[in-house]
C-alpha cells in the first residue's frame, strides 16, 4: 500500500481534527507554533462547489502555511468525477494528503447523501475512494487542471496561484474520517467495506450521525474497528470527546490505535497538544498573535469568525468575562490590542 508522508510519521499520531468555521488557517498556524501536533486537516471543501467556479471564495478553506505539513486537504460531496478533479486541483495546491469526509452529520450535507450520508451508501463511499485514489495517481503522472473541464474562472486562478507547486508533482495518500453509523452503530461492517478500497487511514469520530454532538464518544465502537483494522496496512485515529494528552494516552493504549484526533478540547488551547496548561500572560500574547495572524491571511472585512476564538482564550481568570464582552465586539488586531493592553499594563 502507498502511504506516503504516513509511513514515516511517528506513532502514535495526535493530530488537530478538522473543523469547519474553526480550524482555518490561522488557527492552525497558532497550534503547529504552540501545540505541534503531528499532523493538520483543512476544514472541509465540497468537490461539487470546486467545480463550478467562484474559485476565490470556494478555495479560501485551502490556505496553508508550510509550518503545517504535514497538511491534508478534506474534501466531501457525492459526484465522483467532481471528487476525480478535486484529487488533481489538491495535488497542485502542494497538499500531502487528501482526506475524503464520511462523518459529517449537518443535515444540507448528510441529507444530499455526502458526509456521514455515505455511511449508507457504500456502493458510493468506494466508488469515490477510487475517484480520489485516480485523480491522485493521475496528478503524480501529469495532468494538471488545465486539462479538465473546469471553469475558466478556475483555471485560471489554478495557473496563477498554484502553478509552481504543480511542478512537484508526487502521489498523494488518500484517507477517510467518519463516524460510527448512520442511526445505529455499524463501524465493523462499515470499516470492512471502507478496508476493500484500501485508504491509508480512517478515523472514527465514535458517534452516529443520529447522536450529531450529543451523548459521549463509544471508545468502545472505535476499539471494535480498531481490531479489525489493525489487521491490514491501513492505520486508525479514534477521535471524539479527547480532553488531554493525558486522556488520549489512556484512550490510545486501551484501544490499540495508531493515534488520536482532538477537537473541540483545541478551542483557545493550542498547547493543548503539548499537554501544558498556559499562563494569563501567555493566554493574552497569543490570543493578539492569533488576531494578528487572522488578519494577515483573511484581512479585516470579515473579523468575525476570529472573535469566537478570543473569547475562547479568555478564561479562568478574574475580569474574563468582562473581556469576552470586549473583544467579541472587535473588528481587528489593532483593536484587540488596545483592549488587552489596558489589562497587561
Ligand atoms: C464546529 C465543528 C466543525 C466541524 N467540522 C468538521 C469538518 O469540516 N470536517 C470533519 O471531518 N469533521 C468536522 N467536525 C468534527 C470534528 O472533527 C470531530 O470529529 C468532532 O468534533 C469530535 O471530536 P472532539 O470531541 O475532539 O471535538 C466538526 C466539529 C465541530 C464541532
Not at 81 to 88: L, T, V
Not at 134 to 146: H, N, T, V
Not at 209 to 231: D, F
Amino acid at each position: 500500500m502507498f502511504k506516503g508522508f504516513w509511513e514515516e510519521l511517528p506513532r502514535p499520531i495526535i493530530g488537530l481534527s478538522p473543523m469547519d468555521g474553526v480550524t482555518d488557517a490561522a488557527f492552525r498556524f497558532i497550534v503547529s507554533k504552540y501545540g505541534k501536533p503531528l499532523l493538520h486537516i483543512t476544514e472541509f471543501v465540497s468537490v461539487e462547489g470546486m467545480n463550478v467556479g467562484n474559485p476565490a471564495k470556494v478555495f479560501e478553506p485551502f490556505k496553508y502555511s508550510e509550518v503545517e505539513r504535514p497538511v491534508i486537504a478534506q474534501l466531501f460531496g457525492t459526484d465522483t468525477e467532481a471528487f476525480y478533479n478535486a484529487a488533481i486541483m489538491v495535488g497542485e495546491m502542494g497538499f500531502d494528503g487528501i482526506d475524503i469526509n464520511m462523518g459529517c452529520p449537518a443535515k444540507n450535507i448528510s441529507a444530499r447523501g455526502a458526509g456521514a450520508g455515505l455511511i449508507q451508501n457504500p456502493k458510493l463511499a468506494k466508488e469515490i475512494i477510487r475517484s480520489v485514489k485516480r485523480g491522485a495517481k493521475d496528478f503524480a503522472e501529469g495532468k494538471s487542471s488545465r486539462d479538465l473541464d473546469l471553469p475558466q474562472t478556475t483555471k485560471k486562478f489554478m495557473a496563477q496561484k498554484w502553478q509552481q507547486s504543480a511542478q512537484k508533482r508526487r502521489l498523494l495518500p488518500v484517507s477517510v474520517k467518519t463516524r460510527i453509523g448512520f442511526d445505529d452503530i455499524v463501524i465493523e461492517d462499515w470499516v470492512r467495506y471502507l478496508l476493500e478500497e484500501e485508504p491509508v487511514n480512517i478515523s472514527v469520530h465514535g458517534r452516529t450521525l443520529k447522536q450529531m454532538y450529543t451523548g459521549e464518544a463509544n471508545w468502545e465502537a472505535i476499539g471494535k474497528a480498531a481490531e479489525i483494522v489493525k489487521k491490514t496496512e491501513t492505520s486508525i485515529l479514534g477521535n471524539g470527546d479527547i480532553k488531554s494528552v493525558a486522556d488520549a494516552h489512556t484512550k490510545l493504549q486501551q484501544y490499540h490505535l495508531d493515534g488520536v484526533l482532538i477537537g473541540r478540547a483545541s478551542f483557545g488551547n493550542p498547547w493543548i497538544f503539548q499537554g501544558h496548561y498556559p499562563t494569563l500572560p501567555e493566554r493574552l500574547k497569543t490570543a493578539l498573535e492569533h488576531a494578528y495572524k487572522y488578519e494577515e491571511l483573511y484581512g479585516t472585512t470579515f473579523f468575525h469568525p476570529m472573535r469566537k476564538h478570543l473569547a475562547w482564550y479568555m478564561h479562568d481568570f478574574p475580569g474574563a468575562k468582562e473581556l469576552r464582552v470586549e473583544l467579541i465586539k472587535t473588528n481587528s488586531a489593532s483593536e484587540v490590542e488596545k483592549i488587552l493592553s489596558l489589562i497587561t499594563k
